[in-house]
């Protein structure tokens, strides 16, 4: 029992704080999903494993993936050719970024700041089409026909509706307006249902967790100390 508590807690608390939380893919991330982090004190990233289910989007991160190497049925001088020039680029990257974020210090003035992180911003927009134009270089054209459509899968099993209201899907599918907000509106009730399901599933499996621990002297003794349930928070407002 002393071993269940600390991860039902730890899963009490992490599910409401995925959903306002902001997960980011960093670069450097594994193969199996990228590093996961959310923001630390002062910005500073807390990292944590890989969600599971979570596959990433660029198409860099999916390349070194078994099962996408796999499905585009990559050839062992492809992933050596791709290695190499997806290295090449992020050693270069690495090296003009630093040489800008030397720069930026506590004393530097607010309107500088905000230009060094424009130029980082557009550096980082200069890799990823760096990237994509080395893979292309090196991909067959029926393999990056199935990579365009493996970064779709991801996209849509990552966000869900919400990756529909990006330009990428909403112009190929030229979304109304209405179909746009008929989304939202779905998105926000689905995930609403969503935690309250957690929510009920986490309490129902913490209960069978103490029953199935206890005696039925003690269970009896909890259940006086407890008293009936609380009506769910929707009954009391209806009441």
Request: net charge negative.
């Amino acid at each position: 029992m002393s071993r269940l508590w600390p991860a039902l807690m730890l899963f009490g608390f992490f599910v409401p704080a995925m959903a306002s939380a902001q997960i980011t893919v960093e670069l450097s991330g594994e193969s199996q999903g990228g590093t996961f982090s959310f923001g630390g004190p002062e910005g500073a990233p807390l990292v944590l494993a890989p969600v599971p289910g979570y596959m990433p989007t660029n198409p860099d991160q999916l390349l070194k993936m078994p099962r996408v190497e796999a499905d585009l049925q990559l050839l062992p001088e492809q992933k050596e050719e791709l290695q190499a020039k997806l290295q090449k680029l992020r050693e270069e990257f690495r090296g003009k970024r630093d040489e800008i974020a030397k720069e930026i210090t506590p004393e530097l003035p607010e309107r500088e700041r905000e230009k060094l992180n424009e130029e980082l911003a557009e550096l980082e927009r200069e890799l990823r089409e760096e990237i994509k134009e080395a893979i292309d270089d090196v991909l067959l054209p029926f393999q990056k026909q199935r990579l365009e459509q493996i970064v779709a899968q991801s996209k849509l099993n990552n966000n869900g509706s919400g990756a529909l209201m990006s330009d990428e899907f909403a112009e190929l599918l030229k979304l109304t307006d209405e179909q746009k907000k008929e989304l939202e509106k779905k998105q926000q009730e689905m995930q609403k249902k969503l935690q309250d399901e957690i929510r009920d599933l986490r309490r129902k499996r913490q209960r069978e967790l103490v029953e199935a621990v206890l005696t039925k002297e003690q269970l009896a003794k909890l259940k006086k100390l407890t008293g009936d349930d609380l009506a769910p928070e929707e009954k009391r407002e209806r009441d």
